[in-house]
């Protein structure tokens, strides 16, 4: 594992010298080598994460060659027995896999492919890539069925011509089933997927370049160096806080906060949905959404719409966006209609006074069902009536089963973005470099839990908690220390292991992560998006918000506080409009298994999964753009003790709103 340290003779430029410097010692040489090194390697943490979800878009678009083509030279997809290698094969294979031989999908059929919950790592040379992730497919033609897969992938990805590409995507199934019976796992013992990496490697998906090869470069080159580095950083940054912003915008239409939604948009932005209408300014925006109904979530309604799988593309100067990703929707009330729904939506952003904003809308959907029914037969309408003034759609319509997939615009690989004239100094260059790591450190610790979770791998899972961390326990309390965590996983939960008919996969998606500014500590929010299997059972969700904190610990993110609350626990058979009342209590341990290891404190919300309920949800930030408190700010916390917000990350500062 080696990186190009550069030896700078005789460099006498202003940013890489500092006062008094005639030549460029070798220490200072290799620190800007090392930085150069890391941007790049942050750089390609994304790259491989958009190279992902482009796969993800390609496939429900049905754009067989597309797919095949983001595969590198003798690359190979992998699953059991069945191994197809090079672009031809690959191509075919998805074209009679996913679309029954046909060049491209027929409006009549669905192949939409979820990938959720990254954990990446980058090898030291930064040369190749390892990817975990789930997958939730949803599969149907219409008028003969719908139905589910799901599993892991166990990727890997590879540089190639300065471009990341598919080396190997290796797919381990674990569920399957039609929409009317729901899933059952796919074998009498699904076997544990290998894990490419340990609870360490999980929280460095960029490694720190070592320093251990030294070349001549010269001044001009290293001044170069600089600015590319920081123009990457700010990039990353830039890409962060637009990904924020359309997480953010999921969340608050989940609870109905509409002055918050209305909030995310520029002056003169506009908001189109297919079939439905175009809003101009946001006031007329902000006029639509209050016409859905009145701000908040009633007792038994249910409104989360994910925001999965998104492509960024940064404009060079970093000014403007566009994000193509995926909105899954679960709606409906307690005892009354539910229905899912998807869609596509291509969005732009822009950049106003150094604030992100939502600069237009543009929502493709592909079908409303109703909950009972599925996307095979009857389906509803796409478009909801909306009482407020507006223009009629120009967007072409993408409803199944009549119509495709909207047309993908997106470059196969992003532009480069544009660098200032003059670099700042190293300090802040290496500042911003890993503000823009924390991002993805965060995420891979917070994901790499669910994986380990799911397979009952206690010692794992308490190794990915700093050693201060603190989490909380469902249906318990709060443990405050990573020895303590991990005591009370095997008190409550044993050492034998899963049950071998039976999963729980815990899938996150839909990251909003505020990063401290010395890029040392961030707070979290992920989506809960839980599966359960069993071999002969009903199926059955869980939903949820994580907060969760994060912070580096010797070089390594660890987890630093975990909060979970649960929205729903419900079946399958009737989904989220058939829970039981109370029904999430059955799984509260007795006082008596509570007193052999009891907790350090309370939790933070509600115990038990409140739905029908309607309970407080806590947010970790302010609106990105407006900067409005929400009604429960979660602030960092040492614990999850009342009165210890504010306590500071033990690196020696909080997040801010970054």
Not at 64 to 77: C, Q, T
Not at 430 to 440: L, P, S, T
Not at 542 to 562: C, F, P, R, S
Not at 573 to 588: D, Y
Request: proline share 6%.
């Amino acid at each position: 594992m080696f990186a190009t340290v550069f030896f700078l003779a005789g460099c006498s430029r202003e940013n890489a010298l500092a006062p008094g410097e005639k030549t460029l010692s070798t220490e200072k040489a290799a620190r800007i080598a090392r930085i150069g090194a890391d941007a790049v390697n942050a750089q390609s943490v994304r790259d491989v994460k958009r190279l992902q979800h482009a796969f993800a878009q390609y496939a429900e678009a049905g754009d067989w060659r597309a797919m095949a083509s983001l595969f590198a030279e003798n690359g190979k997809y992998v699953s059991g027995d069945v191994k197809v290698s090079g672009a031809d094969a690959l191509y075919t294979h998805f074209r009679d896999e996913m679309g029954a031989g046909e060049d491209g999908l027929l409006p009549d059929r669905l192949n939409i492919r979820l990938f959720l919950s990254p954990v990446l790592t980058l090898s030291g040379d930064g040369k190749t890539a390892q990817g975990r992730w789930h997958e939730v497919a949803m599969l149907g033609r219409y008028g003969e069925g719908a139905s589910w897969k799901g599993g892991i992938y166990e990727n890997d990805y590879v540089r190639e011509g300065g471009v990341w590409k598919i080396e190997t995507l290796h797919y381990y199934p674990q569920y399957a089933g039609s929409y009317d019976k729901g899933w059952r796992n796919v074998a009498d013992v699904v076997p544990l997927t290998p894990y490419h990496y340990t609870p360490d490697e999980a929280g460095a998906p960029a490694p720190q370049t070592p320093d251990v090869e030294i070349s001549a470069l010269d001044a001009g080159e290293t001044d170069t160096l600089m600015r590319n580095a920081e123009a990457t950083a700010d990039a990353l940054l830039d890409e962060s806080a637009v990904q924020n912003l359309q997480a953010a915008y999921g969340y608050y239409v989940d609870r109905k906060m509409w002055e918050d939604v209305a909030d995310l948009f520029a002056e003169d932005a506009t908001y189109e949905v297919a079939g439905e209408g175009l809003y101009r300014g946001r006031d007329a925006i902000r006029e639509r959404f209050f016409g859905l109904g009145e701000p908040g979530l009633k007792e038994g309604e249910l409104n989360d719409h994910l925001q999965l799988d998104p492509v960024v593309t940064l404009s060079p100067n970093g000014e403007t966006a566009t994000i193509r990703g995926f909105e899954l929707q679960m709606t409906g009330r307690h005892s009354g209609a539910s229905a899912w729904g998807f869609g596509v939506f291509d969005n732009s952003y822009v950049k106003e006074d150094g604030v992100w904003k939502i600069q237009s809308v543009k929502i493709y959907p592909r079908f409303a069902a109703d909950y009972n029914i599925g996307w095979a037969r009857d389906l509803l309408p796409t478009a909801p009536p909306v009482d407020a003034p507006h223009e009629a759609s120009t967007l072409a319509s993408a409803d199944y089963p009549e119509h495709e997939s909207p047309h993908i615009g997106f470059p196969e690989k992003a532009p480069a973005p544009e660098a200032e004239d003059k670099p700042a100094a190293l300090d802040e260059i290496e500042r911003k470099i890993a503000m823009a790591k924390a991002y993805d450190g965060a995420e891979n610790v917070s994901d790499a839990y669910g994986y380990y979770i799911d397979e009952f791998r206690w010692d794992d899972t308490a190794d990915l908690f700093a050693e201060d961390g603190w989490k909380e326990l469902s249906y318990i309390g709060a443990y405050y220390g990573r020895e303590r965590v991990r005591g009370s996983l095997f008190s409550r939960y044993g050492d034998r292991g899963r049950r071998p008919n039976f999963m729980a996969i815990h899938q996150k998606t839909q990251p909003y992560v505020t990063v401290a500014p010395d890029g040392k500590s961030a707070q979290i929010r992920l989506r809960l998006f839980q599966f359960n299997s069993q071999l002969d059972g009903d199926g059955s969700y869980i939903a949820g918000v994580y907060e969760n904190q994060a912070k580096l610990e010797d070089g390594v993110w660890k987890i630093a506080g975990m909060d979970l609350d649960y929205v729903f626990l419900a079946s399958y058979a009737g989904g989220w409009a058939a829970v039981e009342e109370g029904s999430a209590k059955r799984f509260a341990p007795t006082p008596e298994s509570i007193a052999e290891y009891p907790p350090d404190g309370p939790l933070r919300g509600v115990v038990f999964a409140p739905f029908p309920a309607i309970a407080p949800m806590g947010f970790h930030f302010n609106n990105p753009v407006s900067g409005r408190a929400p009604e429960l700010k979660l602030d960092w916390s040492i614990s999850a003790r009342p009165g210890e917000k504010n306590a500071g990350a033990s690196s020696g500062s909080a997040p801010d709103e970054h």
